[in-house]
């Protein structure tokens, strides 16, 4: 197969950073290629280059043989190349239909604009995702109204539409559920076998060797190789990706203090719109797992805990004392935190700096909003966290809106955990955060849990609640259907649980 796109030496500099430092990728029609390296390594900047949202400073693209000048994203359209970026370009109080169809060329028929045709092609695109929709294909409805998933879907559909010949999908799948992804893998795959090339960014290995044919790894802005995926084992490519993985802080992992002195959450008949009778006890020491299905109400019931869902039964006990569950900032002040998976809509004010970033939440607690905390504590904490979690930046300084996806993620993690809770709550903590630094993640979770705090995880990678957990509690339309003790807490078992669980599935 003939060469479709190649990238030689691209280079680009925000600042003080050197985001892309002489890249190359090469790649043909007809494969799907991943693109992958840590965080911050230049992955997304290398895909807008490509769609025209970022002019590098040098090097060369070429399509099809032919030097191609990107100078903005109209050339990428009219060059085949169509982009889903981490961050959505929805419009929320558009329907569906309506942005699909927005900036999309109407085509020209007998000299008129025909908006129907462009409509019609919005509509097909959709269509080929209608299985990742709940219901009927939600053509007319305000895009706002759907979920993270559904957008994201929207956003994968738009780019179809456009016909593209090269389709960069950058982090797709992140917020989407196990079912969506494996409609959209479905849709790549006919994309493949019609010669489309696919770009695919994503931390998830087990997606990556699912889905692509070869892989370009990136370190520091620069390529370190291409691999055949089928003749390269995981660890191999983590090596490529991170060089030896950087072992976590030398934690012992003791076993859960059973009983004196621990602290003990009593979650009594919590019900919800979306969660019914849910009663667990968790004690300081332990991570409590929340597994099953997606979308099972393992969100929910950490936003119930922490005082942002509406409770219309029962009740949640620390110590025994019953917890404030009427609102987040009162279960801030009694020791709850909550780590959410979603960092563009909670937990982060962007256009503010990072160091300040890191430490909002302790600063609400110990300043009560009287006193600023001190600048230089700021800083020094801030710089601690910075480097435990190996967040690539240029200063502390700059707002958080400059840093990669995965290192604003690693923010949010490391704000709340600067400010050592009683109880934390981790929803999908490290959706987008590169392997190295999830190993730093799972240590500073341990760690938390061995000073005594209690940790309750919802995770979309079995993997992770698999290593992570001391006990899983498997969810079911909103009710514990099964707690797996921590020797059959096994990412084989976790599947099975949650397939056993679902209407229709079989194994
Ligand atoms: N607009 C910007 N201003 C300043 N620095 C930026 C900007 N965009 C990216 N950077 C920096 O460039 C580097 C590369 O970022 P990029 O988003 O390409 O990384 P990535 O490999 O996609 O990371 P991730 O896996 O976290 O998504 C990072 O250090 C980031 O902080």
Redesign the pocket.
């Known amino acids: 197969m003939s060469t479709l796109l190649e990238m030689t030496g691209v280079r680009?500099r925000?600042?003080g950073?050197?985001?892309?430092d002489g890249a190359d990728l090469t790649a043909v029609g007809g494969e799907v290629h991943a693109l992958l390296?840590?965080?911050?390594?230049?992955?997304?900047?290398?895909?807008?280059t490509l769609a025209g949202t970022?002019v590098p400073d040098s090097g060369e693209i070429r399509i099809d043989g032919e030097a191609a000048r990107i100078g903005g994203p109209r050339d990428a359209h009219a060059l085949g190349v169509a982009a889903v970026h981490?961050q959505l370009s929805i419009v929320g109080d558009l329907t569906v239909t309506q942005n699909v169809v927005l900036g999309l060329e109407p085509v020209r028929r007998w000299g008129f604009l025909d908006h129907r045709a462009a409509r019609d092609r919005a509509a097909a695109a959709l269509e080929r995702f209608a299985a990742a929709f709940s219901g009927r294909l939600p053509l007319d409805r305000p895009a706002g109204t759907l979920g993270p998933g559904e957008q994201q879907i929207v956003e994968v559909a738009k780019a179809l539409a456009r016909e593209p010949r090269v389709l960069v999908l950058?982090?797709a799948t992140a917020s989407l559920h196990k079912e969506q992804v494996e409609v959209l893998f479905e849709v790549v795959r006919e994309l493949r076998a019609a010669g489309v090339l696919v770009l695919f960014?994503s931390?998830r290995l087990d997606e990556v060797f699912a889905l692509c044919d070869r892989a370009t790894v990136?370190r520091n802005?620069r390529t370190v190789g291409t691999v055949e995926l089928a003749a390269t084992g995981e660890d191999e490519l983590v090596r490529l990706m991170v060089g030896d993985l950087p072992h976590p802080a030398d934690l012992a992992v003791a076993p859960p203090p059973a009983g004196a002195g621990a602290a003990v959450l009593e979650v009594r008949g919590l019900t919800t719109d979306r969660l019914r009778d849910v009663s667990f006890t968790v004690r300081g020491g332990e991570v409590l797992g929340l597994g099953g299905l997606q979308g099972q109400g393992q969100s929910e019931l950490l936003l119930a805990l922490f005082g942002a869902a509406r409770i219309t039964a029962g009740e949640a006990l620390l110590d025994g004392e019953p917890l404030p569950l009427t609102s987040p900032a009162r279960a801030a002040r009694a020791g709850i935190a909550l780590v959410p998976g979603d960092r563009g809509r909670q937990g982060m004010f962007a256009s503010r700096p990072i160091q300040e970033n890191l430490s909002l939440a302790s600063m609400h607690r110990r300043a009560l909003g009287r006193f600023a905390l001190r600048a230089s504590s700021e800083r020094r904490a801030a710089r601690t966290m910075v480097d435990r979690l190996q967040i690539?930046?240029?200063s502390p300084a700059?707002p958080v809106?400059?840093?990669?996806?995965?290192?604003?993620?690693k923010v949010v993690i490391g704000k709340w955990l600067l400010d050592q809770p009683r109880v934390v709550l981790l929803d999908d903590p490290t959706k987008?955060?590169?392997v190295g630094a999830k190993e730093e993640i799972y240590a500073i979770v341990r760690a938390l849990a061995d000073d005594g705090a209690i940790v309750v995880l919802n995770s979309s990678d079995n993997r992770e609640l698999a290593e992570l957990s001391d006990r899983v509690l498997v969810l079911f339309e909103g009710a514990v259907a099964e707690e797996l003790a921590a020797a059959a807490v096994t990412e084989n078992r976790l599947v099975s649980s949650a397939l056993r669980l679902a209407p229709g599935e079989s194994l």
């Open positions: 680009k925000y600042g950073v050197q985001a892309l390296g840590p965080n911050g390594s230049g992955k997304s900047t290398l895909d807008k970022v981490q950058d982090e960014t931390h990136l802005g690539k930046l240029g700059d809106s400059t840093l990669s996806g995965g290192n604003q993620q987008g955060v590169d």
